[in-house]
């Protein structure tokens, strides 16, 4: 308890020599003072504002411990075994979730004299959205998203836990993380890359996709940063597996500068075998929403909704309903395997024309041509829905109102040298 009261000390002076820093900080008052703010400046207020705001709340939590801990100190009795983990729990935690550290005060000398840890190594739980919101008594989407700038959109898990590294490392240490690879292309990680770009530095990514290391449905990547902007080069390397060995090999070195030059903000390229030819490629492409509309088939809200009306139709002709899982190249599973569709299984998945439910957009692009693609696949796997007969899950795009003709483009997309080039 009286290691614990000393943290709480320490906890407290570090929590107000940040609060005068941030206050008197001329950065502030050009914030503040600024009416014409670019985005950017925009972007720096909302991190400043939730920093501020994240150390009034704490500050408030460590001086409630704080005080209880002198209290139990206080104490004529012998405390009981569970007064420390209660205190913690009713101070800094919400529901029945596990303990977690309060980094600021669990390690209050390691931010007092170094202002973070040298290095911070992560695997981070993999959950997704959707089994965040069937446990919002665990996982509160809405709670996390007031506490990261990066939990923006669908996200998965993961992504908070790069910012969550990146607060509790000292400037210029090191970070390394395991995570799915939707980290280098997903929209709902947008903004995590952008965050990582401004704060960190890529030392090292390994692609381990392909040589499986655990049994997850996932496929991982490893990345290694530096807490802190330098030039130099990123290390590329790619996992195989050898038996019950993994091989790791280096596959390439390039510029770090060039990860800011990738087009949409998308590091799926790095990962590539032939990137230098990919940069050379880039460098005279064009996105293909350029000539057709590629569209995310349906938001997380709506995937709920989706669950509500979906049912079983074994003779359907439309809304035929697919899943990532379904799709492989030219070809579908629809009727010939069970589908799983947010806990709960259907033969022959069918989503009827609910315009209670369905908006006009999704009701058209379920009627359309179109090809449908896997959102999680290590290659591209995707399928011409020529008549308008099937409509598409979560996890999956969707390509319509195209200029080129769709046929050319489903072998185009599910070609080899497609593979090397998609992103």
């Keep these: 308890m009286k290691i614990l009261l000393k943290q709480s000390y320490l906890a407290e002076r570090l929590i107000e020599e ?25 972007q720096a207020k909302l991190e400043y504002e939730l920093k501020l705001h994240e150390l009034i709340d704490l500050k408030k939590k460590v001086a409630g411990a704080k005080e209880k801990t002198e209290a139990l100190l206080r104490k004529k009795d012998i405390l009981r075994k569970d007064d420390i983990d209660s205190l913690r729990r009713f101070y800094f935690q919400t529901g029945e979730v596990p303990t977690t550290f309060i980094w600021h005060i669990d390690f209050a000398e390691v931010f007092t004299e170094k202002n ?45 836990f790069y910012e969550c590294a990146i607060r509790i490392n000292r400037p210029n240490g090191y970070f390394t993380l395991i995570t799915p690879n939707k980290l280098l292309s997903a929209e709902y990680a947008q903004e995590a890359r952008k965050y990582l770009i401004e704060k960190a530095t890529l030392l090292n990514l390994a692609d381990v996709a392909h040589c499986k290391p655990f049994e997850a449905a996932v496929y991982p990547i490893t990345t290694l940063f530096l807490n802190g902007k330098e030039t130099g080069n990123v290390t ?23 990860i800011e030059e990738l087009p949409n903000n998308i590091w799926t390229p790095l990962v590539q075998l032939g990137y230098t030819i990919l940069t050379k490629v880039m460098a005279i492409s064009k996105p293909l929403s350029t000539y057709c509309t590629v569209k995310g088939a349906a938001t997380v809200s709506e995937a709920y909704e989706i669950k509500e009306i979906l049912g079983n139709k074994e003779n359907a002709k439309k809304g035929k309903f697919l899943v990532s899982g379904n799709l492989d190249r030219y070809l579908n599973s629809w009727g010939r395997y069970r589908t799983q569709y947010i806990k709960d299984q259907y033969q022959y998945p069918y989503l009827p024309e609910n315009k209670s439910v369905l908006s006009r957009t999704r009701i058209k692009q379920m009627n359309s041509s179109k090809i449908i693609i896997s959102g999680m696949a290590k290659r591209p796997k995707a399928f011409l829905d020529i008549n308008g007969e099937y409509a598409a899950a979560k996890s999956t795009v969707i390509i319509y109102d195209s200029q080129v003709d769709l046929a050319f483009l489903c072998g185009l997309l599910n070609s080899s040298l497609l593979c090397l080039f998609i992103i």
């Design 236 to 258: 590329i390397y790619r996992g195989v597996r050898k038996g019950s060995d993994i091989q790791i090999t280096m596959i390439a070195e390039i510029p770090s500068r060039m």
């Design 18 to 42: 940040k609060q005068k820093e941030m206050t008197s900080s001329s950065y502030q008052t050009k914030i503040f003072g600024d009416s014409g703010m670019t985005a950017q400046e925009r």
């Design 116 to 160: 973070g840890f040298d290095i911070v190594i992560g695997n981070p739980p993999y959950v997704n959205m959707v089994e965040m919101d069937a446990r919002p008594d665990i996982w509160n989407r809405d709670r996390i998203r007031s506490l990261f700038v990066t939990a923006r959109g669908g996200f998965d898990l993961f992504v908070p």
